[in-house]
Structure formats: C-alpha cells, structure tokens
C-alpha cells in the first residue's frame, strides 16, 4: 500500500516541485518507520556541575534510515509537525525514553522533549498517563520539555493543557529559555519546573562579565521565581566551571558526552559520574 502512495505522488510529478516531491517521499518513509517502530531515542546525560555525578538524560531521537544512513532530527522534526506525524513520533520516543529510564539502577530522570502540536493535542494527557503506567516509571522521573513559543501562542489552552500534565506528577521544563518570545510576566501562569539555558547563551559563559550576563540573567530569573535551572550545550571545562560558580546545579552537553545510544547510556550510568 506504501508503495502504491508513492506512485500517486508520481502521478503530479510534472507540475510539482522537485523539492516537494522529495519531501512527499521522505515523509512517506518517516510514517514507514514509525509504524515499524523503527525510530530509535539516543541518551544526552545531565551532569551536576558540582560533583559530576549523572543525574538523569535527554531522550533524543534518531532515524536509521536503510539508505541516508542515521538522520538527525533537525532533518526531519519539521516535516513531522507539518505532516501530523509528529504525534505517533513523539508517542514512540516517550514509550521508548520511559521504558529505558524505568530499567536504570537509581532515581534518574528522564526528559523528552514535547512539540507544540503535541501539547495541542487533547489526547497528549492520556497518552502520557498511559505511557507511565505501562512503563512502571514513577511521574516524578519525567520531564517533560516545551518550547518557549508554546507560551505565547495560545497562551490559554496551553497553561489550561500543561496543568494537566503537571497534575500526573511529571516536571515541565522550557526548553531553549529566551530566544523565544515569551512574555515574562505571564511566565507565572504556567506550572513550569525548569528553565534551560540554551547554547547560545552558554557559549559565551566562560567569555567575561558582558558575555555571560544572559545566562546569569536566567540563573537571576529562577531564583527569583523558584525554578530550577539545566544548561545545554556545555562544550569545554571552562564553560563548565564557570556555570557552576554562577550556581547552575545541571548541565548537558558534548563536554560530558554526546547524545548516545541507549546501551552506552547504560555504560555511562554504570560508572556513575564525569568526575
Ligand atoms: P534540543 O531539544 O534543544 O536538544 C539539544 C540539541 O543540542 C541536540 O541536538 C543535542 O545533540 C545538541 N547538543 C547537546 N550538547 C551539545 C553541545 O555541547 N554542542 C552542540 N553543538 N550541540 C549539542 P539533536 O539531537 O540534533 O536535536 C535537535 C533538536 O531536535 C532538539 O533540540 C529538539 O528540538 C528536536 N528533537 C530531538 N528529539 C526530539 C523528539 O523526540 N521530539 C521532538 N518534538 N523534538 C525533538
Ligand atoms: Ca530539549
Ligand atoms: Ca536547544
């Protein structure tokens, strides 16, 4: 049947746009590989800055794809929204990131991340719930990371849809925290957990007063509001240090390790910490 929805495609060819009609294929093989639950999530730690110890993971997904070779998500996670497959996609890699989590030997959390259009749909609830409890992973182990745009846009249904989550016991985190658009002021209408500070702003951590003044800034900004606080992106001992002297308590990023596949997660966790 696959095969034939690809002919139908053909059938356009000649009015159509050679990059769309790359697209059509690619989304057809993305809703291939989500039914053959051939999707994969890779293991980012979080590290605490002060001892080093591994203290949980970011679910990250991964396409193997039979001829592209490993495709990584910025190929692919836009098509998903568009496409309407960004739903079962983010169904698969929440059952696989709690399922991986609920087997690790300690209290490790697990964060995946959420698309807009997932929080949008009124079924996200349920399927989350579920995915817990057929998992056995206890509420408290989940995080679950939004975007930032999601709190400007439809500002009601979204706070009235994160206080639903929040009510099965999981953390909420804004992802990439300031490079969107939210408004400050409203962020206390929404049960947020943690705000993570972006690469971007990492990046210039380690360079002095004036380059690290939008990560303290957010570091400020959490106290002020009791939020916890991740930085990603950590890519040197400098940027590291320097977090952890502004008390950022968790960090993330290619310093540490890359994102890896679930069995070198287990590897990682084995041997407990970065120190
Ligand atoms: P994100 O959620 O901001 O994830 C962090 C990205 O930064 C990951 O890229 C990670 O591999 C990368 N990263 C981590 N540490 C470093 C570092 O030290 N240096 C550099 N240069 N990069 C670092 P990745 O895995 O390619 O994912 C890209 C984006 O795709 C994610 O950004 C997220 O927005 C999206 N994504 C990934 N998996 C999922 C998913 O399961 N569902 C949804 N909705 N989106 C996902
Ligand atoms: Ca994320
Ligand atoms: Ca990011």
Known sequence: AKRQGRNRYAYFAPSMHAGLMEKLDLAEDLRGA????????????FVDLRDGAIVGAEALVRWPHPEKGLIPPDRFIGLAEETGLILPLGYEVLGAACRAAAGWPGEQRISVNLSPRQVQDPAVTLYVQQTLLHSGLPPHRLTLEITESL???????AANRLAELK???VRLAVD???TGYS???RLHA???DILKIPKPFVDGVAGGQEHSALARAILDLAQALGLQVVAEGIEDAAQARELRRLGCPIGQGFHFSRPVPEAAFA???AKGSFA
Not at 34 to 45: G, T
Not at 151 to 157: C, F, G
């Open 176 to 178: 990439d925290f300031g």
């Open 183 to 185: 408004s400050l002021s």
């Open 151 to 157: 709190l400007s846009e439809d500002a009601e249904v």
């Open 167 to 169: 009510a099965l016991g």
């Open 34 to 45: 989500i039914e053959r639950h051939e999707l994969l999530a890779h293991y980012q730690p």
């Open 267 to 269: 590897t990682l966790l």
């Open 190 to 192: 929404f049960p947020i």
